[in-house]
């Protein structure tokens, strides 16, 4: 079945740095990408939408200067949290889309662990 | 304003009882309806699916959900809990038209008692 690759698994770093996390559809093109939030023992909160080769749509009371997002190609998009500071720190996954599978669902990453110091 | 509502934050049973986890949602629209399993620093892995097809909806692991319009609900449901069972469940919705935006409900935690 489709598969979505999240990477890396964890990140700890100290405050101010720009981290970047990856995802990438390994068996189709996703043309739409999602990334969500999720703190813990809560559910997911949606960030944005990525769409390949334009701007992404940020959901209300999303920073766009903080979580970057690209999405260069058809099968990866990153999200980038620039100068992170502990707030930040959650749990971040991705998910994508197969639009030649119909109303599908979309397939999640196994998600991101970023924790600032 | 679209909404998915899971009734209860914690369900917890004993191995071998059933499992029932509520979703109600709010639409004027007929939906598509997802159940998600999330096990402890994991993504989410689809359970079934409910896409205007059949209204009794057969997913993986055993679990199954009834979609009822009259109700708007869509609760999952399991004859017989096993203790790999216990994980977070999102209820989860997405609208024809749009580019398949996903609407969560808050999940819940199943526990399996021995």
């Known amino acids: 079945g489709a598969v979505v690759s999240q990477h890396p698994s964890r990140v700890i770093c100290k405050s101010g740095t720009s981290v970047k996390i990856e995802c990438r559809s390994l068996?189709?093109?996703?043309?739409?990408m999602f990334w969500y939030r999720q703190f813990p023992k809560q559910s997911l909160m949606l960030m944005a939408t990525s769409n390949e080769g334009s701007k992404a749509t940020y959901e209300q009371g999303v920073e766009k200067d903080k979580f970057l997002i690209n999405h260069a190609s058809l099968t990866l998009s990153t999200l980038t949290v620039t100068s992170a500071h502990p707030e930040d720190s959650s749990f971040y996954i991705c998910?994508?889309?197969?639009?030649?599978?119909?109303?599908?669902?979309?397939?999640f990453g196994d998600g991101t662990r970023l924790s600032i110091l | 304003a679209q909404s998915v509502t899971q009734l209860g934050s914690h369900v917890s049973v004993s191995e071998g009882a059933l499992v029932l986890l509520r979703c109600n949602y709010s639409?004027?629209?007929?939906?598509?309806l997802f159940w998600y399993v999330q096990y402890p620093n994991q993504g989410l892995q689809l359970l079934l699916k409910?896409?205007?097809?059949?209204?009794l909806v057969k997913g993986i692991n055993g679990f199954e959900a009834e979609f009822k319009k009259s109700e708007t609900s869509f609760h999952l449901t399991k004859p017989s809990a096993h203790m790999s069972d216990a994980a977070e469940y999102f209820c989860a919705v997405a609208y024809s038209g749009n580019t398949g935006k996903l609407i969560f409900g808050q999940g819940t935690t199943l526990q399996v008692k021995p």
């Open positions: 998910s994508a889309r197969d639009p030649g599978a119909g109303h599908q669902p979309q397939h």
């Open positions: 639409s004027s629209v007929p939906p598509y």
């Open positions: 068996d189709f093109q996703a043309t739409t």
């Open positions: 409910y896409t205007s097809a059949a209204t």
